[in-house]
């Protein structure tokens, strides 16, 4: 993941709304949920981004670190998917909320046996979020448009470097 901390008024307002959403948090269910009801009404658009970090790279889904908090609460990531890139099944370290500002973004949800128990096509606009354990999954592009998410994790990955905790190996 490339670190580019670049400062918008769209990003501005994203730093600003967790920092408020995680002050009444109690825990990783109500941060996810909280961030996330904070996020949707001002979800930027693709132009947080520069011309260059939406393009992608042709090797997979690119992240571009924009913040990390300087307490370690919380870092803001953009994810970008050209048609046809996916991740591994995996889960994360922390709570997560994510907001699709372009493409659509295809998620597979597993059970802890890898078992698939759900899918989501998630687009433009829509804000979701979750937290460990529970979070088994797989997202991939299965647009024909390249796509791009907004990450909101309740870490700092200019330190951890990703949110990832562990890949699977799929039966």
């Known amino acids: 993941m490339s670190t580019t901390m670049i400062t918008t008024p769209g990003l501005a307002a994203v730093t600003t709304a967790a920092r408020r959403a995680l002050r009444a948090a109690a825990d990783w269910n109500d941060a996810a949920r909280l961030v996330a009801d904070e996020l949707r009404p001002i979800l930027p658009g693709p132009e947080i981004l ?3 970090q939406r393009l992608g790279g042709p090797d997979g889904p690119t992240g571009h670190l924009l913040h990390a908090e300087p307490d370690g609460t919380f870092s803001v990531t953009a994810v970008i998917w050209r048609p046809g890139q996916t991740t591994g ?6 709570w997560c909320v994510v907001g699709v500002l372009q493409g659509v973004e295809h998620e597979e949800l597993f059970d802890t046996d890898l078992d698939p128990v759900g899918v989501n096509d998630n687009r433009p606009g829509e804000v979701t979020g979750f937290a460990p354990p529970g979070d088994i999954h797989r997202i ?22 990703s949110s990832a905790r562990r890949y699977y190996t799929e039966k």
Request: proline share 3%; no cysteine; hydrophobic share 30%.
């Open 89 to 94: 099944i995996h889960d994360h370290i922390t």
């Open 50 to 52: 520069t011309p260059a």
């Open 140 to 161: 991939r592009n299965t647009g024909t448009e390249t796509a791009i998410s907004l990450h909101v994790y309740g870490t700092d990955l200019s330190r951890v470097g």
